[in-house]
């Protein structure tokens, strides 16, 4: 592939950006009590490593069920600053 063979944008080929999550925003009124990474990101709008890597840093709580990280909706009202 040369330069000239490139795409113009930084899209994908579904057409989100490149490193978007693929679901959309959820307000946090509609989120379960207990999210899996994939909506916690979503309702954070950050990538699902970001989450997973703030879990193992422990700056966001989050329960391991084998190898699934679960993130109560509480743990990202308090990351937000609610109460």
């Known amino acids: 592939m040369t330069a000239n063979d490139r795409p113009a944008s930084a899209a994908s080929p579904a057409g989100t950006p490149l490193g978007s999550t693929s679901t959309a925003y959820v307000p946090f009124a509609d989120l379960p009590d207990v999210l899996t990474t994939e909506q916690a990101a979503s309702a954070l709008q950050v990538d699902c490593k970001t989450v997973r890597s703030m879990v193992r ?19 990202l009202v308090e990351l937000c600053g609610g109460d």
Not at 69 to 75: G, S, T
Request: net charge positive; with cysteine; charged share 35%.
């Open 57 to 75: 840093r422990g700056e966001l709580r989050g329960v391991r069920c084998g190898r699934l990280i679960r993130i109560p909706k509480a743990a």
